[in-house]
Structures are given as C-alpha cells and as structure tokens.
C-alpha cells in the first residue's frame, strides 16, 4: 500500500513536472529571435536561438525571423521629371534589426515596408529624367535606399539594398528612341565617310600633280582602268574620250561650215555682178576679193592644252565673226558710195 502510494506521488510529480516543461519550455531556431512578454509587457531581454524557459501562464514568446527579406516593389507608373510617362518596378532586400521594436512598433513590418517602397519608388520617379533611368540608376538606387531607410529605423528594420529592376516605356517613346539612335549611328557614319574622301582628295590631289609632271602617267593608268574593267568579264567596255579631241573637231566642223557660206555668198556676188556688167551698169561687189581663211590650231597643241583653257576656240570663233560684221559694214559702205557717184 505505501509502495503504491509512494509510487503514485511520483507519478503524478513527473505528471506535473512535464506539463510544466511543456508550458515553460520553448525552442527557438537558429535564424530566428525571441520577444517574451511577461503579463503583456514585453522583456527587453531577447531570447537566442535554443531552448528557452518561460514562466508558465505568465509569459508570451514571439519568434521573429531574422533573415534578409527579399521584396518585389509592385510596377509604379509614374511621370518623370522631363514629361515622360513610365512604369517602373524595383526590389527591396531588408532584415529585422531589432525584434522588440519589430513587434511592438509596427503591427506588420513586411506590409510596412512595401507600401512605404511604393510611395518612395513613385516619388524618385518624378525627380528623376528618363535618361537616368535607363543608363544611371546607381543615384536613384541609393536615394531610394535613403527614402525606404529613414521611416524603418524607427522600426528595428534595416534596409540592405534596393535597385531597380525593369523600367517599362511606351511604344512611341520607343520608336523617337530607336529614331534617335539611328539619326546618332547615321551623324557618325556620314562624318566618317567626309573623312575619308577628304583623305582621299588629298592623296588624288598628290597623285594629278605627279602625273600632270609626265603625261605618259596618266595614258598608262587609263590603259590600267581599261584592263580592270575588261577583267570582269562584261560584254561592255566603255572608254574614256578626251574632252580637248571633241572642241578640236567642233571647232573644225563650225570653221568648214563658215567657209562654204562665205563661197557662196561670193559666188551669189559674182553672178549678180555679171549680169549687172551684161546690163551694162556698175557692178556693186569686187568679184576678186580673196575670201577669209581660218586656220585650225595644229591637233598636238588641243590636246596638250589644258581642260581650263577650253574658251579659247570659242573666242577664236567670235572674234572670226567680228571680223566678218566689219567687212560687211564697210562693204555695205562702199556701193553706197559708188551708188550716190554714178
């Protein structure tokens, strides 16, 4: 009987002994901390990772996770400084600091910090000019960081970084971009290509003045331009002609036109004189007057002559019919004279 009742104390004793470590005993994981709260005020001392005894009835412990939060900040559609209007979506990476100001500051940490990582995200967006956006987000990622830290610290969070993940344009914005971006690559290769022909100008320059000092230069790079062109196999060669050739002959086939105009005129003359002398009046025209030669410059001396000096069979043929204007007036003058003597 006293054994059974001994026995049953003990019992009973380890019966209490273990409700008791189940209401006081308490594991705490190793990237989490503890808060107690003893009667509802909470115990400035943490709890560390491990076991952890509580007052039975008495004590509240809240666990809270210490590891780094990785965040996405929903798409902000904002305007920016320069009137362009984007979407733009971010990330925050933040951990608990402190777990008593965590849980008794804020009701919500994580709900906390997304909304207060949407309004900052909005208003970096106004500040900022779309040219930062795309290709210098570092400052914006920094003041971000400023914008989301400072309402935190009160918090017992600390934000670790935030960047910027994607900024969305529109379709217009787009095409003026891409337009922009092609109007720069076509500046550049025009400048390139000017570049190259006045290199290219300067080295030609160079060469006509050596072959301008020997003229069989420039027959043998013809005759090299000829044998290139024939390489490919074309059913067409086309041969330079020598503009000083074709004045040659235009000038030769104007002065073989004015002299047989000039022979007939005098033929007309002679006729109209005969039958004046038949008549028996005075004849107005001199039947013998030599006729008005014009010479042709010799053949070598138009082709060695320059290109510049073109004008020069042109003005040989005006002054020809200057000459021919006078002789006509003075002609004219003459059987004037001898009308009013007979």
Not at 100 to 116: E, G, H, L, W
Not at 136 to 154: F, T
Not at 196 to 212: D, H, I, K, N, P
């Amino acid at each position: 009987m006293i054994v059974d009742a001994v026995l049953g104390a003990l019992g009973g004793l380890v019966g209490l002994g273990a409700v008791w470590a189940g209401l006081s005993i308490r594991v705490v994981q190793q990237f989490q901390k503890g808060v107690v709260f003893r009667f509802g005020r909470v115990r400035r001392e943490v709890r560390e990772p491990g076991l952890v005894a509580l007052m039975p009835i008495a004590d509240r412990l809240r666990r809270v996770n210490v590891q780094i939060v990785t965040m996405p900040i929903p798409a902000q559609e904002g305007i920016t400084r320069d009137n362009v209007t984007v979407r733009v979506d971010a990330v925050v990476y933040f951990r608990v600091e402190d777990p008593v100001k965590a849980t008794v500051n804020v009701q919500d940490y994580n709900f906390a910090i997304s909304q207060v990582a949407q309004t900052s995200l909005r208003s970096i967006i106004g500040k900022s000019e779309l040219d930062d956006l795309l290709a210098n987000r570092e400052p914006i990622n920094q003041g971000l960081e400023l914008m989301i830290d400072s309402p935190a610290l009160g918090w017992g969070i600390q934000i670790d970084r935030v960047e910027i993940k994607d900024v969305a344009l529109p379709e217009s914005m787009k095409r003026s971009i891409a337009r922009q971006a092609e109007a720069e690559r076509e500046r550049r290769a025009r400048i390139i290509t000017a570049d190259g022909e006045y290199q290219a100008s300067e080295r030609l320059s160079e060469a006509a003045a050596v072959m301008s000092a020997t003229p069989a230069a420039l027959q043998l790079r013809l005759l090299q331009t000829v044998v290139e062109v024939a390489a490919e196999k074309n059913s067409t060669l086309v041969l330079p002609f020598p503009v000083e050739l074709l004045r040659f002959l235009d000038s030769a086939t104007e002065s073989q036109q004015r002299d047989l105009l000039a022979a007939a005129a005098v033929a007309a003359a002679a006729k109209s004189a005969e039958q004046a002398v038949e008549r028996g009046e005075v004849p107005d025209v001199e039947v013998g007057r030599e006729l008005p030669k014009h010479e042709l410059p010799p053949l070598e001396e138009v082709l060695t002559r320059s290109p510049m000096d073109g004008a020069d069979p042109e003005g040989g043929a005006a002054e020809s019919d200057g000459q021919q204007e006078s002789d006509g007036r003075q002609e004219a003058a003459e059987r004037t004279e001898r009308k009013a003597a007979s």
